[in-house]
């Protein structure tokens, strides 16, 4: 009975002084908000380890030291604090590997070796048992075999992700060891490989070629993948001819441009599948065989036309309307007041002082603005079935305007007039500024119709984009 009371109080006592130890090294964690000198981390480690909480000893003599190498009391404090954290992860260790937990046992001592490491980066020595290399390197072996086998299993069941995560491992553990770099590379690329031989047997030629392109980045040694690759671009190969456009808009040479813009468009489509043909003759051609676009209706002819033009499919497009209006300049002379400060003199209060008075100006105010209008229809049709891929007809307008002042004197005194009378109100006075500091550049009809041409032609080149993604 008395032995139970013993226990008891001593039990009471232990959770007590726990307690106490503990609230200890919260209110000195705490501190280090307020005061993180390397002299006053110091002092903290010391309550620390005198607490007996030496890993948060460890860590503030750290700290102190990082602020301050020359500081002697935190050297001296992580020598021996620190030692004691190392022995605390070279027991972990050592138990792992005594109840044959190899893992735990391999990363419990890359954990005491990283934690030695960075002490003594600071300069101080820590002590490690000489056999506990010849032990590491023991249980690694355990441990890599066992998840070599592993991962062999996983391979040949064609659990390529399980079989992948072990390979790679083992290859952060010993990258040389027997043929881990080669297992790495075929859980990685196998399943892509397969995926990639799947689409390329169903004739999904460009599904199959990036997939093949992503090992190609990777390993293009792997198996027979640069052969695949290439026989992919030969057999996906789309050969699209690009028929001359037709003018409905009664300006010369305007579809010629229009057409020289689409073409330099679709060669920045950057795809490897897509093939521009142009043919010098090919206006030619279509009437020989007295076919236009719409004439292109069924899979035998549009098969005939494919055949003479080596094209799978057939881009055409006209002009549908076209205007360019070019503004002349227009100025007229407004009315203003420029102000300025006149010196005067109180002979009551004896002091000088400034007076804003205004004097009647003038100034220009010009305006301009040119513009265009562009109408553009383009269609697609296959030359294998005679069906139309895409077509759309898109406006573009673009224009560009000029609005602003000028004044010969001092622009930043210039004030608007109204019914003869300054107007000093800051929004209007700001929107009279900004005309000032207003933009004097305008872009001639010749930009704007380019720009117009541009924007046409990409819609053009975004169509056949999606529609080549398909496929």
Do not use: W
């Amino acid at each position: 009975m008395n032995s139970l009371k013993a226990n008891s109080k001593y039990l009471i006592s232990s959770q007590i002084s726990f307690f106490l130890k503990t609230c200890l090294a919260l209110f000195i964690l705490a501190g280090i908000q307020s005061c993180n000198t390397s002299k006053s981390l110091s002092k903290k480690a010391a309550q620390l380890e005198e607490a007996g909480l030496y890993n948060d000893a460890a860590l503030f003599y750290y700290n102190a030291l990082i602020k301050k190498p020359s500081n002697i009391d935190a050297r001296i404090g992580l020598s021996k604090a620190g030692q004691r954290v190392l022995n605390d992860k070279i027991d972990n260790f050592t138990k792992a590997r005594a109840m044959e937990e190899y893992r735990d046992a391999v990363y419990a001592y890359k954990d005491a070796m990283e934690y030695r490491t960075k002490v003594e980066d600071l300069g101080i020595k820590l002590e490690a048992p000489s056999y506990l290399a010849d032990d590491y390197e023991e249980a690694k072996g355990i441990l890599i075999k066992g998840l070599y086998d592993d991962g062999n299993e996983h391979l040949v069941n064609k659990e390529f992700d399980k079989a992948n995560k072990i390979f790679e491992e083992i290859h952060k553990l010993d990258p040389d060891y027997k043929d881990i770099e080669d297992l790495k590379d075929v859980s990685r690329n196998e399943p892509i490989y397969i995926k990639a031989v799947g689409f390329f047997d169903q004739g999904l030629y460009r599904k199959a070629y990036y997939e093949f392109e992503k090992i190609y980045k990777a390993n293009p040694s792997y198996k027979d993948i640069d052969i695949l690759r290439d026989e992919c671009l030969d057999k996906g190969k789309y050969p699209v001819a690009i028929a001359p456009f037709d003018n409905g808009s009664g300006q010369k040479g305007v579809e010629k441009k229009m057409q020289a813009f689409v073409i330099t468009e679709l060669s920045t489509l950057n795809d490897p599948f897509l093939r521009i043909v142009e043919r010098d003759n090919m206006e030619m051609v279509m009437e020989e065989q007295r076919l236009s676009l719409s004439g292109i209706v069924d899979e035998s002819t549009a098969a005939e036309v494919g055949n003479i033009l080596g094209a799978k499919a057939i881009l055409t497009g006209k002009i549908l309307s076209y205007s360019a209006a070019e503004g002349n300049l227009q100025s007229s002379r407004k009315k203003g007041f420029e102000g300025y400060q006149v010196k005067l003199y109180n002979k009551l209060e004896d002091k000088v002082y400034y007076e804003t008075r205004y004097k009647p100006v003038s100034y220009m105010e010009y305006y301009n603005n040119n513009e265009v209008n562009l109408t553009f229809q383009f269609k697609a049709v296959s030359l294998e079935t005679g069906e139309i891929l895409f077509s759309d007809v898109v406006q573009k307008k673009e224009n560009s305007e000029v609005h602003y002042a000028s004044y010969d004197g001092e622009a930043t005194r210039l004030f608007p007039s109204k019914d003869n009378r300054v107007v000093t109100s800051s929004r209007d006075r700001r929107q009279l500024q900004n005309l000032v500091r207003s933009n004097r550049q305008i872009k001639s009809v010749s930009e704007l119709s380019n720009d117009a041409y541009r924007e046409a032609a990409q819609e053009v080149a975004s169509d056949l984009y999606k529609f080549m993604k398909d496929i």
